[in-house]
């Protein structure tokens, strides 16, 4: 159950002064561990999942170097994390397993995706719900939010990506998607992929583009804003 289902890369001016930074991994017992670039020691450990965790993330550096972290898992769970104390900062519950997770580029809220198709955009502090969207026919695989913070995209096990404005006034009133791309759900000449599910999304650091990896043994660049009009 030790297996390493996610790795992410604090630099050393987020992780407590290490010199080279830390790389944090999950693994599929739901521990979480950093370790230290330079000595490739484990310099903390953190405790409280009771199942796989499969998805971990940080603030962007707009943020302003927020030593926080969060953490998705399948015991319905997204914990915020603060690395310099190594302790547990928040704990949000979700109704059903948390495959996904993205903090919003002020560090101020993050996004969980989950197996029912939900995606929800929560206070970090309080841990309440702002938004919430959903697209109940498949699982959320992968989730990441655009540099401005204008879109949540979300990468699902059929192979479509979807994306939401959590500020529109439509989102609020009717949750919908804003758009609806066909990333890996058709393959060349028509036809359902076998393996199309979403491994991976994420947006580039300008925001003008995204990757998506898929089960189909592909890994495909999208213009966000091309994506958008789909």
């Not at 693994?27 to 199942?51: P, V």
């Not at 550096?61 to 994390?81: C, P």
């Not at 959320?140 to 979300?154: E, F, L, M, N, Q």
């Amino acid at each position: 159950d030790g297996y390493i289902s996610s790795l992410l890369h604090v630099p050393g001016a987020d992780a407590a002064g290490a010199g080279g930074g830390v790389l944090l991994s999950a693994s599929g017992d739901g521990l979480i561990l950093a370790w230290d670039d330079e000595t490739s020691k484990i310099t903390a450990r953190f405790e409280g999942h009771a199942a796989e965790c499969g998805s971990l993330c940080r603030p962007t550096a707009a943020a302003g170097g927020s030593s926080l972290f969060a953490t998705a898992s399948s015991d319905a769970t997204v914990r915020v994390w603060d690395l310099r104390s190594a302790q547990l900062a928040h704990r949000i519950q979700l109704p059903t397993e948390a495959d996904a997770c993205a903090f919003f580029p002020t560090g101020t809220a993050v996004v969980a995706g989950c197996k029912d198709g939900s995606v929800t955009l929560f206070d970090v502090r309080s841990s309440a719900p702002l938004r919430a969207f959903a697209r109940p026919k498949s699982r959320v695989t992968s989730i990441d939010v655009s540099s401005s913070g204008r879109c949540v995209y979300a990468g699902y096990e059929d192979g479509y990506v979807c994306g939401w404005d959590p500020f529109s006034e439509a989102a609020k009133d009717a949750p919908s998607y804003a758009f609806k791309l066909d990333a890996h759900h058709t393959i060349a000449g028509g036809g359902s992929a076998p393996s199309r599910n979403i491994a991976r999304l994420a947006m580039a650091p300008d925001g003008t583009c995204f990757a998506t990896a898929s089960f189909d043994s592909t890994i495909k660049l999208w213009g966000a804003a091309a994506a958008a009009t789909k």
